[in-house]
């Protein structure tokens, strides 16, 4: 198995798998899907955030920001001024519309599903 | 004693005759060499007064003083030993394996001195009691070293015994020179608790008796024997072993606080609005749960269980731990049982530039801290953390302190506080409910996502654990550990055997192994989520497992690499303005990807991997279940998602 930054062409399959179950965008909005993917793979955001961005546990770790309330504008607000542990990124190593098409990338990914919904975690209180 | 006489043999001649008299003797003088002094005096005839001298080495002796050392240790109740093999204790060792039976204590062979410690370490979170480590002198105390470390940081009781080769005259050249030491404890010394080098055999047994005792007084810690190998090997003559005595072990009971102090703190909490009860390094036995249940009651306070031991089940409304940071900075009253960084617990310091800090908790916050802390402190190494002041600090232990704190509590409460303190109660469960709610949430995000999601793996675990008396252990750094201790109800002593103590990578697999062992004796089914960086410091514990068939299911949390670090390069990268983008270096697992599931098959246990589908997992998991459950150990690699 292969992972993390530098292999990302080991993900494509399954990001790939897993953007299918969604609503297919049209041309230009898929273009800035990839893009947003390769951008966030290889601007590390994956490492705190998970691979789809569906957020981790623990210490360094960022929360689930494949989620329809945060805006584009408020995902490019946080990129440039984050708080506590996340590094800040400079229009430098990442710009603006990078940050956009990594927005498109998270929207594109499929909607949780609810607690309730999963009966290993439905069943016990 | 290769090619001289033994010392024995020496001191019956005349050569050690003629030394204590300060003359030389033919035979010293002669190795001396030409420019040896001869003395002033006539030598005399040493012929004459000795009589003839036997120098026929001899091939064999009845009774060694090994096994008069085996003889006080098996006094000490201790069952297992854990050693990689090493010559400065081999009069020792074989003393155990055949004079002793090799049992009670059964010789564990291991792989590595960091890992012989590590299980040491696990062992004694579950059995409540020492495992002996055996370490080689020089190189195996230096392997053992950040093991020991992690032990001291952690205040759990290992109780060390290690080879030294202390007389010159007798070392065999080269390498016991090179194994041999002045003083074998020193690059130790500041993250033990005690050492010593006994001189002589009643010397040992008062020490090794000592070393237990001094080990397992609160707060526990490390200790190291040092004994010389000639000790060791030597004959130990009937006339001379009617002379030793073993002292009987007596342990120490744990310090309680003042009694002053203790109702002080009562009434700080009976009058508290918003008490919040913070449980550390508090549960040193599972008596203390139900304590802390009893006293959390009274109050109708939270508790924030830092799962450093297992402190409060986490099935118990009062359980807030996921609350922890709204908790405190509402507080008016902070109880802190053996906090380990009360700094920390009131303050947060942002790791960006500049390193601001700034205080977490509410103005006019009163602090109460009962703990250890003070009495175990050494100036080099820094892990007594940043220094926090209390408005009421005990030096004791919380859970001996505890009976008198519920008894103080209970006389504090005023007839007119009760329906408050009821009140909070109410409004406590509701919260605790929204928490569980929130978990569950949390961990339905990722739940279909593929590499696995580490509360996906957790849950499918528990799914097949839940009927079983179960324990967690290990490390609790792994992702699917944090998930599970969320998740699954923690509510009993042994439930996880909680964190390392000073973070020293590679502590995971065999402090894992230390745990199943004494789980197996209990009878209870062992598991534990391995991070895959931590796996490769000390593979050959799998060897160990399956060698000992320890049943233990080791599911390794495989996410390619020393993540945390390669988080740490990335925030410094940033910082540099240079992205991000090579940050894999000197972090990752990657080129060529690591096969667990092979490394493992190849020291003979069973193992499956990588796995990357979750919906492979339940069957994966029945199978290496019923491996474990048959008595052995297993492996699954699962690829997991990056935290």
Redesign the interface.
Known sequence: ???????IAGLLP?LA??TATAAQPPASAADAVSRGKAAFM???C???H???G????????GP?IARDEITQDTLTFIVRHPI??M????E???SDAQIADIHSFLAAQ?R????S??P??AR?? | MSNMLGRREFLKSGAAIGGALGIASPAAAAAQGSEAKQPALPAPDLHAETGPVDTTPRTTIARSGSDFMVDVIKGLGITYIAANPGSTFRGLQESFINYGGNTAPEWLTCCHEETSVAMAHGYYKIAAKPMLVMLHGTVGVQHASMAIYNAYADRVPVVMVSGNGADANTRRVPVEWLHSVQDNASIIRDFTKWDDAPASLQHFAESQVRAVKVATAVPGAPVMITIDMDLQEDELEPHEEAKLRVPRLTLDRPPQGEIGAVREAARLLAAAERPVIVADRYARTPAALPLLVEFAEILQAPVIDTATRVNFPSSHYLNQSRRAGELLAEADVILALEPTDLWGLTHRLLDIIGKPWTSTIAQGCKVISIGTGDLLIKANYQDFQRYAAADIAMSADPEATMPSLIEATRAAIPASRRSAIGARGRALRGDYADMRKAIKAAAAVGWDLSPVHPARLAMEVWDQIRGDDWSMVGSTVATPNTWARQLWPIDKFYSHTGSSGAAGVGYGLPAALGAAIANRDAGRLSINFQSDGDFMYAPGALWTAAHHKIPLLTIMHNNGGYHQELMHLQLMANRHDRGIDRTHIGTTLHGPDVDYARIAQGMGVYAEGPISDPGQLPEAIARALAVVRKGEPALLDVVGQPR
């Open positions: 198995m292969t992972l993390g930054i530098r292999p399954v798998l897993a290889n601007s590390g994956w490492a705190c998970g691979y789809t569906r957020g981790g546990i623990g210490p360094m770790t689930d506590k542990l590094p800040a990124y400079s430098k190593v990442l499929p949780s599903r609810s607690a919904d999963i290993l975690l016990d209180k």
